[in-house]
């Protein structure tokens, strides 16, 4: 069994919301930059709401953040050296937390350049423009954008792994599912919110995405409880009320797991993304309290 030495960090509501916020943000940021890049001419209009909508979730991931520092208005300390004597920008490669913190912060800036874009090129289409292909220069910032994306939403779960925490020191599943839940609860979400500008080919598309991220998301809770199992921890996070909430996360994986079936259709829906999106919270929920009682 593996030994902890470390006093709980009291990570509660507020870390809780920017991990899930996080996921949010990088994932629908992906999805929309593959939507540009692979998808018709009709699906630049789902990319522009996915670019859209990730700028306003990168910047609650920021001030979640921001109030749980304790002291909001020192937030700039995790940027800047203050040491007396010292200097400069304060990075530090040997640092979980300040690389998190400069992640977020550069894909704050590219998902802010993608979403001017974006709401630029929303406004021309509404005034009745049809030549909207992105300039060449957008791509690239979609590019960075995605890679940004992706590691801040594993970061959330690697950062876990990392400490000396009960739980989460006893997986290296975590950035994995956090990676896969992030993608799966995105992808129900530019389902539910994109009804009126995809076609029936594209949402089933997304649909079946979403069952595939689901898969993965399976998969890496799998590998997540075997980790713990063999650290002699799994009990430590099913005590109390946390069995009935990874109950409810895997009945979350039914909706997007049948998209996966001949009848995708069948699958989508308001109801369902809502179950999507609730039962990733509800895996952050589970993730982050039951390692600290």
């Known amino acids: ?26 994932g629908l940021y ?38 749980d520092l304790g002291k909001p208005l020192d937030f700039w300390h995790m940027m800047i050296n203050t ?28 998902s802010f350049i993608s979403f001017i874009f974006a709401y630029s090129m929303e406004r021309r289409a509404r005034a009745g423009d049809t030549d909207l292909a992105p300039p060449g220069f957008a791509r690239i910032f979609n590019v960075l954008g995605s890679i940004a994306g992706l590691f801040l939403a594993s970061y959330t779960g690697v950062v876990l ?7 989460w020191s006893d997986s290296w599943a975590i950035g994995a599912l956090f990676v896969a839940s992030g993608l799966s609860a995105s992808a129900a979400l530019m389902a539910w919110v994109g009804r009126a500008r995809a076609d ?16 993965l998301e399976l998969v890496a809770l799998v590998l997540f409880f075997g980790t713990l199992a063999m650290a002699g921890a799994l009990g430590h996070t099913l005590h109390g009320i946390y069995w009935v909430l990874w109950i409810l996360v895997v009945l979350s994986l ?6 996966l079936g001949a009848r995708a259709q069948a699958a989508g829906g308001a109801v369902s993304a809502l179950v999507v999106i609730v039962g990733v919270l509800l895996m952050r929920i589970a993730v982050i309290f039951s390692a600290q009682y």
């Open 1 to 26: 069994m593996t030994e902890h030495f470390a006093t709980r960090p009291g990570w509660e509501w507020w870390i809780t919301l920017y991990f899930f916020t996080a996921g949010l943000a990088g």
């Open 30 to 67: 992906v999805l929309a930059t593959i939507f540009r890049f692979r998808g018709t001419a009709r699906d630049e209009s789902l990319a522009r709401m996915g670019f859209m909508w990730a700028f306003p979730l990168v910047v609650l991931c920021g001030v979640f953040l921001t109030i």
């Open 83 to 110: 040491t007396p004597g010292a200097g400069g920008l304060n990075w530090k490669p040997w640092s979980p937390i300040s690389i998190g913190t400069w992640a977020l912060l550069v894909f704050s800036v590219l």
């Open 161 to 167: 792994s990392v400490s000396n925490q009960w739980v």
């Open 200 to 215: 029936a080919s594209t949402e089933a598309r997304l649909q079946r995405a979403d069952g595939y991220f689901a898969l």
């Open 254 to 259: 039914i909706p997007p797991l049948r998209a």
